[in-house]
């Protein structure tokens, strides 16, 4: 199976970031029929398909779709967005074990949805790619934890020994609705796109017991969270973290506390001049959220 990104949207991408780095406030307002685009819901099967994985609550795995006909399958899929009459279906949860011992639960979407997330995603990376801060690390292309290694210690190196360790406790579970779709609307001006996202973040998760009883939680009510397992959820847990990333540096504290930060996923290090003002604790306003969750430790 080829992965390799079809030049078509290849290009697409390349001028969607081209706009987006030379226009930072420019809002995109044709996106969503982007994801429907026939080359991009192929080319997002595709990915899908070689990351595997089991089917969600719908029971189809990727043999039922093949054996009853992908094409119907993706024309199906395409009339539905085209229409907007495309809904995601509940994620189904999971528990599965941790190396170290007791269990962590995993959501699983349906096929359908992660082709659809990652149709979405193909389309909007680009744009938010050319924001993203130099200091983040996590679910970029070409960027790995162990570049984030390296940043750090060429900063220790050139004299920034203190270092604050943080861990953003809960970090995808919950970072606020609002705050997330205001920062993805400062790029996307495109409602259908915005519906489509927030339809995600709005996915109820299905739980079953022992005895196979059916437990729904989140949907309509919940506020905070990205998608459960979700495909386009490293990309939102990006953008949001953006927010911090930038402001830091906006609001002069990289030079108020001589720090240079690094960041991978839920995870950032500060590093600092050792007779620079002490760092402290981050002001929780500089994320954007009531309660920012870091534990922190420093060394």
């Known amino acids: ?15 969607l970031y081209a706009k987006a780095k030379a226009e930072p ?6 996106l969503y029929d982007k994801v429907y685009r026939e080359d991009i819901l192929a080319y997002a099967y595709r990915l899908v398909r070689s990351n595997g994985g089991g089917p969600g609550v719908d029971g189809m795995r990727f043999e039922d779709i ?32 941790k190396p170290g011992g007791g269990e962590r639960p995993l959501g699983i979407p349906t096929i359908r949805d992660r082709v659809v997330q990652t149709a979405a995603k193909l389309v909007l990376e680009p744009i938010f790619e050319a924001d993203l801060s130099d200091s983040a690390y996590g679910y970029r292309e070409g960027r790995c934890a162990q570049d984030a290694v390296e940043k750090v210690h060429r900063a220790l190196c050139d004299g920034y020994t203190d270092v604050v360790d943080a861990d953003l406790s809960k970090y995808f579970d919950t970072i606020p609705h609002d705050q997330l779709m205001r920062s993805v609307a400062r790029r996307v001006s ?12 709005k996915t109820p998760v299905e ?20 998608p459960q397992g979700g495909v386009i959820s490293p990309l939102l847990a990006n953008i949001y973290m953006n927010r911090f990333l930038r402001v830091f ?22 590093t600092k001049r050792r007779r620079a003002s002490p760092l402290g604790r981050i002001d929780p306003p500089l994320l954007g959220r009531s309660d920012p969750g870091a534990d922190q430790d420093s060394c």
Do not use: H
């Open 190 to 201: 495109d409602g259908k796109m915005l519906r489509l996202i927030k339809a995600w973040l």
């Open 207 to 226: 739980e079953r017991d022992e005895r196979g009883n059916r437990r729904m939680t989140g949907g309509k009510g919940s506020r905070m969270g990205t």
């Open 66 to 97: 093949e054996a009853k006909g992908l094409g119907e399958w993706m024309t199906g899929l395409r009339e539905e967005l085209r229409t907007e009459t495309y809904r995601p279906l509940p994620v189904r949860r999971v528990t599965i074990p």
């Open 249 to 270: 540096v906006e609001r002069g504290k990289d030079r108020e506390f001589a720090a240079k930060l690094v960041n991978y996923a839920d995870d950032w290090r500060a």
């Open 1 to 15: 199976m080829n992965l390799e990104t079809p030049e078509k949207i290849r290009s697409l991408q390349t001028k």
């Open 25 to 30: 406030a420019y809002r995109f307002y044709l």
